[in-house]
């Protein structure tokens, strides 16, 4: 199998979310507002990923995880 190799393009950096007294800073409306934004823009792109045919149904790799987690499974109650 060939190796692809992705050529991503990676942004600057963001800012600490910590002030300059080591706390978290406080944002402003204008900056939850394209936090938020931000935030909604990734998840249409993840929705906007296609299921492929030959994708395992959800119950399967549920148990799968479950199978590894016997003292604390995550999804007993959803298969």
Not at 36 to 54: C, K, M, T
Request: negative net charge.
């Amino acid at each position: 199998m060939a190796q692809t190799i992705l050529d991503r393009k990676i942004g600057p950096i963001p800012p600490s979310g910590l002030g300059p007294d080591g706390k978290l800073r406080v944002m402003t409306e204008e900056e939850h507002r394209q936090y938020i934004e931000s935030a909604l823009r990734r998840i249409d792109e993840i929705e906007q990923i296609p299921n492929n045919p030959g994708d395992p149904p959800e119950e399967e790799w549920m148990r799968g995880i479950d199978a590894s987690r016997l003292h604390r499974p995550l999804f007993k109650d959803y298969y």
